[in-house]
């Protein structure tokens, strides 16, 4: 017997997987988000780049905010797909802008970001996540 698309879709596979890939995805972008976190509070003068023309502070901020809040927020699956939007931002200008004319080795990491939230964006965070667990809570 052949199951369906969507019947595939729904098995609970499916949703660890999900939960593994949000972990793994948003656990590595806190090892960009973490140092940027000490330097937003440390004493020493921001210098970041501004590839959008928003001013080092902002962009640096827009970095910070994106790489550690939203990752954190990912992890936990709560606002799965209005948090990885700011990720979806930070990457697509880390390899559109900042890393264009470097050569695609430096646009792969950035990229490889980019596709996995995107991937996030269009999924959500799957069923072992706060999203779920507070959507189902609400139908009761």
Known sequence: MKK??????????????????????????LTHGIPKLITFFGSEPITFAD??????????????????VCSIL??????????????????AVAALIVHWTDGFGSQELPLLFLFGYLLLFFTGGGKYSLDWYILSSKKK
């Open 51 to 68: 590839p959008i023309g928003i001013g080092e502070v902002a962009s640096f901020t827009f970095a910070v905010f994106a790489e550690f």
């Open 74 to 91: 990912v992890i936990l699956g709560l606002g799965t797909r209005l948090a990885v939007i700011p990720l979806i931002a930070t990457m």
């Open 4 to 29: 369906s698309y969507s019947t595939i879709l729904e098995l609970p596979q499916v949703d660890f997987g999900l939960l593994i890939f949000r972990l793994g995805i948003s656990g590595l972008m």
